[in-house]
């Protein structure tokens, strides 16, 4: 999916629960932290053609699509909002 996709879907998803704004940012950002890798590509387009190109977009795009990424970020969400169940579990 595309980020648009995610953070769209993030967000409608944190309005299915009774949270505040800030709670529902948490919720709608942690959605998007796994596009995050796709930033990689900046570096390596302005690096292609360099002696040591940058393939961080190559190498490592999709790898914050994990399990573990899925935890922290759920557990930052749970220690940074005031109903921290219900946000963590969300994110």
């Not at 709670?23 to 959605?31: K, M, P």
């Not at 570096?43 to 190109?53: A, F, W, Y």
């Not at 790898?63 to 946000?87: P, R, Y």
Request: hydrophobic share 50%; proline share 4%; charged share 15%.
């Amino acid at each position: 999916m595309s980020p648009i996709t995610h953070f769209l879907t993030g967000w409608v998803f944190a309005n299915c629960a009774k949270l505040d704004r800030q709670e529902r940012a948490f919720v709608t950002l942690a959605s998007v932290a796994p596009d995050l890798d796709g930033l990689g590509i900046i570096p390596e387009l302005l690096t292609r053609n360099s002696s040591h190109p940058l393939l961080w977009f190559s190498r490592y795009h999709h790898s914050l699509h994990t399990l573990v990424f899925a935890l922290v970020i759920a557990a930052v969400s749970f220690g940074l909002a005031k109903q921290k169940w219900k946000t963590g579990l969300l994110a």
